[in-house]
């Protein structure tokens, strides 16, 4: 079974002033370009979103899906997601990541047998759980801690099986980490654009015969 992706839709949104699913970066919106990578690595993709955001602009292209614990932080929009997907494997990522890469993707997802999660390194001391692969048995551990109001992604993983990836294993696929690059400010949407210029007509290789 090809696993699930889950986007998560529910932040507020107050830093960067309106929708950033349908911003456009080029010519295209971040959500056009976060389906399309998760098109190519996922069976089905879920759109998490809270009880007063339901237009989500997937087009039909994803299962939308109400925030089970609205206010409860993207550990709540995860638990939502995990709790509806049909494969015990899924791609999380947030709405406002406009570069994903498909290969790190599949490299995060064959590192996941045997773990609750996998979440990469992006600092000494910092990780991004919202660029990441959970199982589905972390629904237990995430169900007790969001029923208990303790919502802090960082202490749940502490309490679950972690599959840390390292730069040295993702940067030969992600040089640049753009896969990571969120936009949370007007000045962020300013500097997509310009990356979106350099990477959207860029000349690929040329293959071999």
């Known amino acids: 079974m090809k696993p699930t992706a889950i986007v998560l839709c529910g932040g507020k949104e107050r830093r960067f002033g309106r929708s950033k ?10 959500m056009d370009r976060i389906l399309s ?5 996922s069976g089905e ?10 237009d989500v602009p997937v087009g039909g292209r994803a299962k939308i899906v109400t925030d089970l614990f609205p206010g409860g932080g993207p550990l709540g929009g995860i638990y939502s997601g995990l709790l509806h997907a049909a494969s015990p494997l899924a791609v999380v990522v947030a709405c406002d990541m406009p ?16 773990f609750d999660a996998v979440v990469p390194r992006v600092g000494r001391t910092m990780v991004e ?6 199982a589905k048995s972390c629904l237990a551990e995430m169900g007790e801690r969001l029923n208990s109001g303790h919502l802090s992604i960082a202490l749940f993983l502490e309490r679950i099986h972690v599959r840390y990836m390292s730069k040295e294993e993702y940067l030969p696929l992600d040089p640049r980490m753009l896969s990571f690059f969120n936009i949370n400010y007007p000045e962020d949407f ?8 350099e990477i959207d ?9």
Do not use: C, W
Not at 37 to 41: A, G, N, P, R, T
């Open 21 to 30: 699913a349908q911003a456009l970066v080029g010519d295209r919106t971040v």
């Open 37 to 41: 990578v998760l098109e190519l690595v």
């Open 45 to 54: 993709i879920i759109a998490v979103t809270a009880p007063d955001k339901p």
């Open 99 to 114: 570069f994903l890469s498909g290969a790190l993707l599949i490299r995060m997802l064959g590192m996941a047998d045997g």
């Open 129 to 134: 759980p919202l660029h990441a692969v959970y």
């Open 190 to 197: 300013e500097r997509a654009n310009r990356i979106a210029s």
């Open 201 to 209: 007509f860029s000349p690929r290789p040329r293959q071999s015969r």
